[in-house]
């Protein structure tokens, strides 16, 4: 059964530095999606990407961070200066339409020191 | 803003009882109501889902309820077992929403005992 992929499962770095997470959707699906769940908190939504570009994004989704799908398979978030308040699981999410299930990723779980 | 509340935190039944988790929502267009069950170290996969124009779904041992004028709906999850045991959100999306977002309760941690 076709599975959205992320990588890594554990990230850990220091404030101030760069980070990318690597999701690989499913690949007949055209849209897809960053949630974030900080520990004990709910899922909550970041991005939605279309057609090579951003529709829609979250007030968390603030400068610091940015979309990208470089290949006809990959697509990745980039968080370009990673502060403490990062830290949370980051889960990929892909569909084949907006109004069909959502595929979830295991999650990359981000760790700022 | 708290669109999508749910309670409770953590639940903990014994094998062959009831599990019972509460959703309420505040935005009245809000049109699709999924629940997703999370085990530790996988993503949220889809479990049941609702529209409001029904009043219950079931599906095997899971039975969503729904309640539009309360705007509240609830996952029952009959006859529990172990491999019941699993973080389970609910969420609630807008059709009118283009880009499918979801907002997402909380989550609530269940533990089925053996």
């Known amino acids: 059964e076709p599975e959205v992929t992320q990588t890594p499962s554990h990230q850990v770095t220091q404030m101030g530095q760069e980070v990318i997470l690597r999701c690989v959707p499913i690949?007949?699906?055209?849209?897809f999606y960053w949630y974030r769940q900080i520990l004990g908190q709910k899922v909550e939504f970041l991005v939605s990407?279309?057609?090579?570009?951003?529709?829609?994004k979250s007030e968390i989704f603030d400068d610091q961070f940015s979309v990208e799908r470089p290949d006809g398979s990959n697509f990745t978030l980039k968080i370009r200066s990673t502060k403490l308040e990062d830290s949370a699981m980051y889960f990929c999410?892909?569909?084949?339409?907006?109004?069909?299930?959502?595929?979830f990723g295991p999650g990359t779980r981000l760790t700022v020191l | 803003q708290q669109q999508v509340k749910q309670s409770p935190q953590s639940l903990i039944v014994q094998k062959g009882g009831i599990s019972i988790i509460n959703c309420a929502y505040e935005?009245?267009?809000?049109?699709?109501f999924p629940w997703y069950q999370q085990f530790p170290g996988k993503g949220p996969a889809l479990l049941i889902a609702?529209?409001?124009?029904?009043s219950e779904k079931k599906e095997g041992r899971f039975t969503i309820s729904f309640n539009k004028s309360a705007k509240q709906f609830s996952l029952h999850i009959m006859d529990s077992q172990p491999g019941d045991s699993a973080t389970y959100f609910c969420?609630?999306?807008?059709?009118?929403?283009?880009?499918?977002?979801?907002?997402f309760g909380a989550g609530t941690q269940v533990v089925v005992t053996p």
């Open positions: 609702i529209r409001p124009d029904v």
């Open positions: 935005n009245t267009a809000f049109d699709y």
């Open positions: 690949s007949n699906h055209l849209y």
């Open positions: 990407f279309y057609n090579n570009e951003i529709s829609e």
């Open positions: 999410a892909s569909n084949p339409g907006p109004y069909n299930e959502q595929f």
């Open positions: 969420a609630a999306r807008m059709t009118t929403d283009s880009w499918g977002k979801f907002q």
